[in-house]
């Protein structure tokens, strides 16, 4: 059955006529069918969900662990925009390292950790989810590279749209500049329960094809739409930090990901939507709870045979935790981070080396770097852009397109 989630008007823009798309104001005005089968799911989500957020709990040190997994998300959510920057290169772009592809790809990824870690920040400060914290986390995500010449943390005051080479063959074309603000003030009320309180799971599936659906901004609407959704679980405290990221699943399935979104707009099912959304979450926090479980594993593993080594073994697990952070490292970062003398990390560095734990990268003999092999192979899972280009996952879908 067709349901109605929105109007579309004809609009004028860059010397033709189309046809804008102005959605509805959530929640949807036809009762959604939350029951049988899905409401089961939701159910199952919910446990997925409630067994990574104990997994922070299970964890050593979870910053270390945060640390890189806010990276993989960065990589995999800006390769769906048809970045090239895998998780290696990032790591060695922020020490200072030249990384094999475009800066600016890599200067993107890097953005999107600093758009993370800024909105959650601001929220521990006490700012809720709302039209000025987007546009602070969207100012940071496009503020260097790329998108600094596409309004960062501004609403766009021009027509864009979604697919296609202009507005009369798109795919989606979002609402006029002019009613930009009434669909996002809309969408901040419904974010923070208004006109009524909705499920923090099906709140994030609705809010996540609003916001698309809106594209408030000239560039970054899709790194951003996934970012929400992330903030929101945090920010009603259904994770007590940041480790769910739905970019590999959505990057995997990308074709009924985009199909599913447009079927919203189109027929109003709703539904079928929430049904990808959550399934997409639960197998997401599976994988990361497991994940977890393996870095964790793949630590102690490491410990004990660096405990094999003898006299030298107190300085390696120094530099074996410091490898935990950093997992492409150099040994005057190691001397920082650990206090050890050149000589004694050299020592400890050519240990590891021994026994398979890293290996040198470089090749030269100076401004050497050290690559945490295992540890970086088990998170680069999904980000191999060679990898995903053979397979025909590679290249990115065009998100904002004006003249």
Not at 227 to 248: Q, R, V
Not at 353 to 363: A, D, H, K, L, V
Request: aromatic residues 6%.
């Amino acid at each position: 059955m067709k349901r109605k989630t929105g109007q579309y008007v004809t609009i004028s823009t860059v010397g033709e006529k189309c046809q804008a798309f102005i959605p509805d104001p959530l929640p949807p005005k036809s009762e959604l069918s939350i029951d049988g089968n899905l409401r089961e799911l939701l159910d199952q989500t919910l446990l997925a969900l409630g067994r990574l957020d104990s997994t922070t709990m299970l964890l050593p040190e979870t910053d270390i662990f945060l640390y890189l997994y806010i990276r993989k998300e960065a990589v995999l959510s800006s390769q769906i925009e048809g970045t090239q920057s895998s998780l290696s290169e990032l790591l060695l772009f922020e020490i200072g390292g030249k990384p094999d592809v475009s800066i600016d790809d890599v200067q993107d990824v890097s953005n999107y950790v600093a758009a993370l870690n800024h909105g959650l920040s601001l929220m521990r400060e006490g700012l809720p989810i709302s039209l000025r914290l987007i546009r602070e986390i969207h100012n940071v995500l496009l503020l260097k590279g790329r998108g600094s010449d596409k309004m960062p943390g501004d609403f766009r005051t021009s027509q864009n749209w979604i697919g296609g080479t202009r507005p009369d063959n798109a795919a989606h074309v979002p609402p006029p500049p002019e009613k930009l603000l009434d669909c996002m003030g809309y969408l901040e009320k419904f974010l923070n329960n208004v006109p009524e309180k909705t499920p923090t799971l099906i709140k994030a599936a609705l809010a996540h094809v609003q916001f698309e659906t809106i594209h408030p901004f000239l560039d970054g609407n899709g790194r951003m739409g996934r970012l929400l959704i992330t903030i929101l679980l945090c920010s009603e405290a259904i994770l007590k930090e940041p480790l769910l990221y739905l970019s590999l699943y959505f990057k995997t399935h990308r074709a009924t990901y985009y199909d599913l979104l447009q079927q919203v707009r189109l027929n109003g099912d709703w539904e079928s939507w929430i049904e990808f959304f959550l399934t997409a979450t639960k197998e997401t926090a599976d994988k990361a709870t497991s994940t977890a479980s393996v870095l964790i594993n793949l630590a102690e593993e490491d410990r004990r045979k660096i405990q094999t080594i003898g006299r030298s073994s107190g300085s390696a697990l120094r530099v074996h935790r410091a490898l935990l952070q950093r997992p492409i490292i150099s040994i005057p970062k190691i001397c920082e981070m650990t206090g050890l003398w050149t000589t004694s990390a050299t020592t400890a560095i050519k240990h590891l080396e021994q026994i398979g734990i890293i290996e040198e990268i470089t090749g030269g003999k100076r401004n050497r770097l050290y690559k945490y092999l295992k540890y970086i192979d088990v998170l680069n899972e999904g980000t191999d852009v060679k990898k995903n280009r053979d397979q025909g996952c590679g290249g990115g879908m065009i998100d904002d397109c004006r003249l």
